[in-house]
């Protein structure tokens, strides 16, 4: 966004790997009086800033995949382990496909383990909801194929697939 952030190299390089690694190796970072960050939230990177000056940081819905992406860029494992356990909190049918796919993205495992616990689960309610029609094959190919897949009856099964199915031709 261009907004211009006032901090200490010293205080960025002793609490964020990734200025650490900036600011010690060979890297024109290292001498520059300026570093970009494109692609950041101004928002996110100076709720970060704060958090490396005080060690606290206010999640919320509306900022926490923001903050994980932003802390899993630049390495700060603390705050990406307090947005995944938050985010596990946020988990139910409604967006656990969603947040499985973001889990994986971000390499967070134990968000993506209890989202993939979630959606074998609670299978036979999350066939009936809008996201479920969005998986790709392949994701749709492993649910159906796992042995603890959750469903009563094989029937379950089917009526899910045919729904994909008829979704996925007029799309």
């Known amino acids: ?13 002793a609490r964020i790997p990734f200025f650490k690694v900036m600011f010690t190796a060979d890297m024109r970072e290292k001498t ?10 101004s928002e996110v990177l100076s709720m970060l800033i704060e958090f490396m000056y005080t060690s606290m940081v206010t999640m919320t819905q509306g900022n ?8 899993n860029m630049l390495q700060l494992r ?7 356990e938050f985010l596990v909190q946020l988990l139910d ?22 989202a993939r616990r979630m959606v074998l689960f609670q299978f036979e309610e999350l066939a009936g909801q809008e996201e479920f029609l969005e998986v ?3 994701h749709l190919h492993s649910i159906l194929s796992t042995k603890n897949l959750n ?6 099964l089917v009526d899910a697939l045919i729904k994909w199915v008829s979704h996925s031709a007029l799309t």
């Open 151 to 156: 469903v009563k009856r094989q029937e379950v």
């Open 32 to 41: 520059d009086g300026l570093v970009r960050l494109p692609g950041m939230d």
């Open 136 to 138: 790709s094959f392949d």
């Open 64 to 71: 926490v995949e923001k903050l994980l992406e932003a802390a």
């Open 1 to 13: 966004s261009g907004q211009v952030f006032h901090c200490h190299r010293v205080a960025l390089a």
């Open 93 to 114: 049918v409604d967006n656990c496909l969603g947040i499985q796919a973001f889990a994986e993205l971000h390499a967070c495992t134990r968000l993506d383990r209890e």
């Open 78 to 84: 603390p705050i990406k382990t307090a947005c995944e």
